[in-house]
């Protein structure tokens, strides 16, 4: 689904990321774990084509889409959920879902657009009845169920999530992973970057762990959750006690 082959890029004459290569197999849930600042946003955008990539290679299902423009990728089945959910506050939730599917619109029309819409309301059904609701008035939870719908109507299969549990409280966190983990059962390939390691692993297929723009680290989620280095830098010294609960 997807290949990274020696990917670089970052901002200005900031170099972030450095030699990344990947990949994600059809019906995975991959999740990146590491560090603020170790690169895995930029990682994201680059991929969405939102941040340039410097040198490097992109596939999407064996095609290369390095350096297309954002609107094509999603066009090449590819879609973002954005860090921070990044709605538009002052539009209504099913406006903001409908901006999802611009791309949708243009290519399949009106009725697949509307099909779409009544899938994403059958997954969040508080969403239908905040329909008409401003997405600026809603919870974290709620927001971050938009954020996921929009990204949702472009009917992508590869979705890539940054921090979606960001601000969210334990139970509403537990209810997102829920979500991912049915995406997985309906086809739907993941790239998850999370900072909540233990959570994401444990619904994971596999894992990379990220320092300083590089991958060191990679292998199986039940693996990276054994890992002993991986658990003192990433998982906290609660770690075995709450898995034991």
Known sequence: MLKIRNLESGYDKLKVLKGISLHVNSGEIVTIIGANGAGKTTLLNTIASIVKAADGEIKLNGRDVTGISPDRIVKNGCA??????????????????????????????????????????????????????????????EQQMVAIGRALMTGPELLLMDEPSMGLAPIIVKNIFRVVESLRDQGKTILIVEQNAR????????????????????GKACELLDNNDVKRAYLGRDYKEFTDK
């Open 80 to 141: 973002l959920v954005p860090e921070g959910r990044q709605l538009f506050p002052a539009m209504t939730v099913r406006e903001n879902l409908i901006l999802g599917a611009y791309t949708l619109f243009r290519e399949k029309g009106k009725k697949t657009a509307k099909e779409n819409i009544k899938k994403i309301y059958s997954m969040f059904p508080i969403l239908k009845d905040r329909g008409s609701q401003l997405a600026g008035t809603l919870s974290g939870g």
């Open 199 to 218: 959570a994401v692993l444990e619904i994971a297929d596999r894992g990379y762990v990220m320092e300083t723009g590089s991958l060191v680290m990679e």
